[in-house]
Protein backbone atom coordinates (compact mmCIF):
# COMPACT_ATOMS: atom_id res chain seq x y z
CA UNK A 1 0.00 0.00 0.00
CA UNK A 2 3.03 2.35 0.88
CA UNK A 3 2.98 5.43 2.82
CA UNK A 4 4.26 6.21 6.26
CA UNK A 5 2.75 3.71 9.24
CA UNK A 6 3.10 5.78 12.54
CA UNK A 7 2.55 3.61 15.37
CA UNK A 8 1.92 4.78 18.52
CA UNK A 9 1.76 3.60 22.64
CA UNK A 10 -1.78 4.83 24.24
CA UNK A 11 -1.19 4.87 27.84
CA UNK A 12 1.26 8.15 28.84
CA UNK A 13 2.21 8.27 24.71
CA UNK A 14 -1.05 9.83 23.31
CA UNK A 15 -3.18 9.85 26.28
CA UNK A 16 -2.47 11.85 29.30
CA UNK A 17 -3.87 10.80 32.74
CA UNK A 18 -6.04 13.08 34.54
CA UNK A 19 -7.47 12.23 38.02
CA UNK A 20 -7.55 8.41 36.78
CA UNK A 21 -9.07 8.79 33.56
CA UNK A 22 -6.68 8.74 30.15
CA UNK A 23 -7.60 11.67 27.55
CA UNK A 24 -6.46 12.44 24.27
CA UNK A 25 -6.41 16.34 23.51
CA UNK A 26 -7.49 17.68 20.77
CA UNK A 27 -4.56 19.17 19.50
CA UNK A 28 -3.37 15.61 19.15
CA UNK A 29 -6.47 13.83 17.49
CA UNK A 30 -5.96 16.78 14.68
CA UNK A 31 -2.67 16.07 14.16
CA UNK A 32 -3.48 12.72 13.43
CA UNK A 33 -6.06 13.30 11.47
CA UNK A 34 -3.74 15.66 9.32
CA UNK A 35 -1.25 12.60 9.18
CA UNK A 36 -3.67 10.23 7.30
CA UNK A 37 -5.49 12.46 5.61
CA UNK A 38 -2.22 12.68 3.65
CA UNK A 39 -1.87 9.37 2.65
CA UNK A 40 -0.30 7.82 5.54
CA UNK A 41 -1.50 5.01 8.25
CA UNK A 42 -2.04 5.71 11.85
CA UNK A 43 -1.34 2.49 14.51
CA UNK A 44 -2.26 2.57 18.35
CA UNK A 45 -0.40 -0.65 19.11
CA UNK A 46 -1.48 -1.58 23.22
CA UNK A 47 -1.40 -4.13 25.75
CA UNK A 48 -4.97 -3.21 26.60
CA UNK A 49 -8.38 -3.96 25.77
CA UNK A 50 -11.11 -2.20 23.60
CA UNK A 51 -11.89 -0.95 27.25
CA UNK A 52 -9.03 0.72 27.47
CA UNK A 53 -8.20 3.19 24.98
CA UNK A 54 -11.96 5.12 25.33
CA UNK A 55 -10.06 8.38 24.39
CA UNK A 56 -9.68 7.13 20.87
CA UNK A 57 -13.55 7.61 19.81
CA UNK A 58 -13.28 10.49 17.33
CA UNK A 59 -10.24 8.27 15.63
CA UNK A 60 -12.20 5.27 14.71
CA UNK A 61 -12.90 4.68 11.37
CA UNK A 62 -9.87 6.45 10.53
CA UNK A 63 -6.70 4.12 12.99
CA UNK A 64 -6.04 0.49 13.38
CA UNK A 65 -5.98 -0.73 16.67
CA UNK A 66 -3.53 -3.11 17.74
CA UNK A 67 -4.84 -3.90 20.78
CA UNK A 68 -3.16 -6.74 23.51
CA UNK A 69 -0.42 -6.47 21.29
CA UNK A 70 -1.50 -7.07 18.35
CA UNK A 71 -3.89 -10.39 19.53
CA UNK A 72 -6.93 -8.47 18.50
CA UNK A 73 -5.92 -5.56 14.85
CA UNK A 74 -9.08 -3.94 14.45
CA UNK A 75 -8.98 -1.82 10.95
CA UNK A 76 -10.70 1.07 9.87
CA UNK A 77 -13.70 -0.44 8.24
CA UNK A 78 -14.29 -2.16 11.54
CA UNK A 79 -13.32 -5.37 10.58
CA UNK A 80 -11.61 -7.52 13.96
CA UNK A 81 -8.67 -10.00 13.15
CA UNK A 82 -7.85 -12.27 16.17
CA UNK A 83 -4.77 -13.87 16.62
CA UNK A 84 -4.53 -16.19 19.61
CA UNK A 85 -3.34 -19.48 18.97
CA UNK A 86 -6.04 -22.16 19.57
CA UNK A 87 -4.12 -23.62 22.92
CA UNK A 88 -4.21 -20.58 24.54
CA UNK A 89 -8.20 -20.61 25.55
CA UNK A 90 -7.64 -23.62 27.55
CA UNK A 91 -4.07 -22.38 28.94
CA UNK A 92 -6.35 -18.99 29.80
CA UNK A 93 -9.00 -21.02 31.94
CA UNK A 94 -6.15 -22.42 33.67
CA UNK A 95 -4.20 -19.24 34.70
CA UNK A 96 -7.61 -17.77 35.91
CA UNK A 97 -8.42 -21.09 38.13
CA UNK A 98 -5.05 -20.38 39.95
CA UNK A 99 -5.56 -16.38 40.49
CA UNK A 100 -9.06 -17.20 41.97
CA UNK A 101 -7.51 -20.08 44.44
CA UNK A 102 -4.63 -17.09 45.16
CA UNK A 103 -7.36 -14.44 45.94
CA UNK A 104 -5.81 -12.31 42.92
CA UNK A 105 -8.07 -9.77 41.59
CA UNK A 106 -7.69 -9.51 37.65
CA UNK A 107 -9.95 -8.49 34.48
CA UNK A 108 -10.43 -10.23 31.08
CA UNK A 109 -9.80 -8.51 28.25
CA UNK A 110 -11.05 -10.75 24.65
CA UNK A 111 -7.80 -12.68 24.73
CA UNK A 112 -5.36 -11.17 27.71
CA UNK A 113 -5.94 -11.12 31.52
CA UNK A 114 -5.12 -7.88 33.37
CA UNK A 115 -3.92 -7.84 37.15
CA UNK A 116 -1.83 -5.60 39.19
CA UNK A 117 1.95 -5.44 38.92
CA UNK A 118 4.00 -7.47 41.90
CA UNK A 119 6.38 -9.98 42.16
CA UNK A 120 3.99 -12.00 44.48
CA UNK A 121 1.87 -12.86 41.08
CA UNK A 122 5.04 -13.23 38.69
CA UNK A 123 6.35 -15.48 40.89
CA UNK A 124 2.55 -17.47 41.16
CA UNK A 125 2.48 -17.61 37.65
CA UNK A 126 6.47 -18.67 36.77
CA UNK A 127 4.93 -22.26 36.06
CA UNK A 128 2.76 -21.46 33.51
CA UNK A 129 4.11 -21.31 29.66
CA UNK A 130 2.23 -17.21 29.53
CA UNK A 131 3.88 -14.27 28.50
CA UNK A 132 4.30 -11.92 31.45
CA UNK A 133 4.30 -8.52 30.59
CA UNK A 134 4.73 -5.41 32.76
CA UNK A 135 3.70 -2.06 32.11
CA UNK A 136 4.16 0.13 34.69
CA UNK A 137 1.41 -1.02 37.46
CA UNK A 138 0.18 -3.39 35.10
CA UNK A 139 0.69 -6.82 34.46
CA UNK A 140 -0.31 -8.68 31.47
CA UNK A 141 -0.99 -12.14 31.06
CA UNK A 142 -0.72 -13.20 27.46
CA UNK A 143 0.26 -16.00 24.78
CA UNK A 144 3.96 -16.75 24.67
CA UNK A 145 6.08 -14.84 22.05
CA UNK A 146 3.79 -12.11 22.01
CA UNK A 147 4.64 -8.47 22.60
CA UNK A 148 4.91 -4.87 20.74
CA UNK A 149 6.95 -5.94 18.57
CA UNK A 150 5.05 -8.99 17.06
CA UNK A 151 2.30 -6.16 17.07
CA UNK A 152 3.89 -4.08 14.56
CA UNK A 153 5.23 -7.43 12.40
CA UNK A 154 1.36 -8.02 12.01
CA UNK A 155 0.82 -4.03 11.00
CA UNK A 156 3.48 -4.36 8.46
CA UNK A 157 1.93 -7.30 7.03
CA UNK A 158 -1.53 -6.70 6.97
CA UNK A 159 -0.58 -2.43 5.74
CA UNK A 160 2.49 -2.99 4.03
CA UNK A 161 4.09 0.39 4.93
CA UNK A 162 6.86 2.03 3.03
CA UNK A 163 8.51 2.98 6.43
CA UNK A 164 7.64 2.18 10.17
CA UNK A 165 8.00 4.84 13.22
CA UNK A 166 7.09 3.85 16.84
CA UNK A 167 6.71 5.75 19.35
CA UNK A 168 6.24 4.86 23.26
CA UNK A 169 7.64 5.49 27.17
CA UNK A 170 7.05 2.40 28.72
CA UNK A 171 9.04 -1.17 29.10
CA UNK A 172 6.41 -2.91 27.54
CA UNK A 173 7.08 -0.68 24.12
CA UNK A 174 10.89 -1.52 23.72
CA UNK A 175 9.77 -4.37 20.93
CA UNK A 176 7.68 -2.29 19.19
CA UNK A 177 10.98 0.31 18.89
CA UNK A 178 13.05 -2.18 18.05
CA UNK A 179 10.71 -3.49 15.55
CA UNK A 180 10.00 -0.17 13.54
CA UNK A 181 12.54 2.11 11.27
CA UNK A 182 12.40 4.50 13.46
CA UNK A 183 12.19 4.39 16.71
CA UNK A 184 10.82 7.38 19.11
CA UNK A 185 10.39 8.18 22.49
CA UNK A 186 8.51 10.94 23.98
CA UNK A 187 9.69 13.40 26.92
CA UNK A 188 8.22 11.41 29.68
CA UNK A 189 9.68 7.72 28.69
CA UNK A 190 11.45 5.91 31.18
CA UNK A 191 15.41 6.15 30.60
CA UNK A 192 15.46 2.70 28.95
CA UNK A 193 13.17 3.65 26.25
CA UNK A 194 14.87 6.94 25.57
CA UNK A 195 18.28 5.01 25.21
CA UNK A 196 16.96 3.33 22.37
CA UNK A 197 15.18 6.15 20.58
CA UNK A 198 16.74 7.11 17.65
CA UNK A 199 14.49 10.55 18.51
CA UNK A 200 13.05 11.79 21.84
CA UNK A 201 10.10 14.28 21.45
CA UNK A 202 10.86 17.75 23.84
CA UNK A 203 6.82 17.36 24.31
CA UNK A 204 5.66 14.82 26.87
CA UNK A 205 2.19 12.24 26.42
CA UNK A 206 0.25 13.52 23.03
CA UNK A 207 2.25 16.44 22.85
CA UNK A 208 5.17 14.71 21.77
CA UNK A 209 3.12 13.00 19.64
CA UNK A 210 2.13 16.52 18.13
CA UNK A 211 5.65 17.34 17.78
CA UNK A 212 6.62 13.98 15.71
CA UNK A 213 3.56 14.09 13.49
CA UNK A 214 4.42 17.79 12.71
CA UNK A 215 8.18 16.90 12.28
CA UNK A 216 7.50 14.34 9.93
CA UNK A 217 4.41 16.28 7.56
CA UNK A 218 7.25 19.38 7.22
CA UNK A 219 9.77 17.11 6.10
CA UNK A 220 10.75 17.96 2.35
CA UNK A 221 12.56 14.27 1.31
CA UNK A 222 14.23 11.75 3.54
CA UNK A 223 11.79 10.97 7.14
CA UNK A 224 14.69 9.68 9.00
CA UNK A 225 17.15 12.88 7.83
CA UNK A 226 14.37 14.87 8.96
CA UNK A 227 14.58 13.49 12.41
CA UNK A 228 18.10 13.19 13.15
CA UNK A 229 18.08 17.59 12.08
CA UNK A 230 15.23 17.62 14.08
CA UNK A 231 17.84 15.49 17.23
CA UNK A 232 20.30 18.82 17.40
CA UNK A 233 24.41 17.91 17.47
Avoid at 205 to 217: K, S
Wanted: charged share 20%; with cysteine.
Amino acid sequence: MGGLLLAADYHWTLANERNGEFTVNADVLNAITNFINLGNSFAVVTSGATRHVKGLSALMGKVYLALENGLIVVKPSGERIINAPAQWWRLRDEVKAHLSVLGVRFSEGEVSLFTENSKAVIDALSSFDVKLEVNRNMLSIMPKGVDKGYAINVLRRLIKPSLVISIGDAENDIPMLRAADIPVAVGNALPEVKGIARYVTRGEDGQGVVELINIILNCRGDVARCIDEARGP
